[in-house]
T-cell receptor, first 113, second 115 residues
Framework: AQSVTQLDSQVPVFEEAPVELRCNYS??????LFWYVQYPNQGLQLLLK??????LVKGINGFEAEFNKSQTSFHLRKPSVHISDTAEYFC???????????FGRGTSLIVHP | KAGVTQTPRYLIKTRGQQVTLSCSPI?????VSWYQQTPGQGLQFLFE???????NKGNFPGRFSGRQFSNSRSEMNVSTLELGDSALYLC??????????????FGPGTRLTVL
C-alpha cells in the first residue's frame, strides 16, 4: 500500500520569500509523484509530476520539486512566492499497478503581503 | 480542448433524499474517477470507470454508486443522504496512455450540502 505524508498542514510566508512544501511517501515499488494545486472553489490543477529521469522537475508558475529516492521525499519549492500562490497544495503518489493516486492531506500555503 | 465539466456546481438536499451528479470528461479521455473532499478526511477516492466498467472502488458504502456512458460521461449517485455526505465531489479524467503515470485532470467539483 502507498501513503503520502505532507508534513505541514499550513505554511505562512511573506510575499517574495522562498517556500518549501514537504512531502514524504511510502511505497514498496517504483512510484510516480505529483503535486497539485487547488485554488478556492476550484478543482485540482497539476503543477508538476515525476515519472522518471532527472530528479529535479520543473512545473508551472515557477514551482519545482526534487525527487529523493533515498529519503522517499518529493518536496515542492518556489524561490519567490506571490500573493496569488495562496492555495491548497496536494502531493500524490501512484505506481506499481496502482494507477489511482493516493493523495496527501494537503498543505495550505498562505502568502502575506 | 474543453476541460472537465461538472454539473451542478452547488446542491442543497435534505437527509434521506438522493442525488445525482454529472461529469463530462475531456474529449478523448476514457477514465473517469470520483473523489470526495472534506475538511476532516481530505481527498478520498470513491470509484473509477473505464470504458463503461467500474475498474476500481474505494471504501465507501453501497449508497454511493456510479456509472459511465458510452461517450465517457459519468454520473454518481448517492442515495439516502446523510449529514456526513456534505462535501465537495470532484471528478477527474485521464487519457489512460501510460497507466500509472497518467495525469488526472479535475473538474471544479460539485458542492453538496445536506441539511
Amino acid at each position: 500500500a502507498q501513503s503520502v505524508t505532507q508534513l505541514d498542514s499550513q505554511v505562512p510566508v511573506f510575499e517574495e520569500a522562498p517556500v518549501e512544501l514537504r512531502c514524504n511517501y511510502s511505497s514498496s515499488v517504483s512510484v510516480y509523484l505529483f503535486w497539485y494545486v487547488q485554488y478556492p472553489n476550484q478543482g485540482l490543477q497539476l503543477l508538476l509530476k515525476y515519472l522518471s529521469g532527472s530528479t529535479l522537475v520543473k512545473g508551472i508558475n515557477g514551482f519545482e520539486a526534487e525527487f529523493n529516492k533515498s529519503q522517499t521525499s518529493f518536496h515542492l519549492r518556489k524561490p519567490s512566492v506571490h500573493i496569488s500562490d495562496t492555495a491548497e497544495y496536494f502531493c500524490a503518489v501512484s505506481g506499481g499497478g496502482s494507477y489511482i493516486p493516493t493523495f496527501g492531506r494537503g498543505t495550505s500555503l498562505i502568502v502575506h503581503p | 480542448k474543453a476541460g472537465v465539466t461538472q454539473t451542478p456546481r452547488y446542491l442543497i438536499k435534505t437527509r434521506g433524499q438522493q442525488v445525482t451528479l454529472s461529469c463530462s470528461p475531456i474529449s478523448g479521455h476514457r477514465s473517469v474517477s470520483w473523489y470526495q473532499q472534506t475538511p476532516g478526511q481530505g481527498l478520498q477516492f470513491l470509484f473509477e470507470y473505464f470504458s463503461e466498467t467500474q475498474r476500481n472502488k474505494g471504501n465507501f458504502p453501497g449508497r454511493f454508486s456510479g456509472r459511465q456512458f458510452s461517450n465517457s460521461r459519468s454520473e454518481m449517485n448517492v442515495s439516502t443522504l446523510e449529514l456526513g455526505d456534505s462535501a465537495l465531489y470532484l471528478c477527474a479524467s485521464s487519457q489512460w496512455t501510460s497507466g500509472d503515470g497518467d495525469t488526472q485532470y479535475f473538474g471544479p467539483g460539485t458542492r453538496l450540502t445536506v441539511l
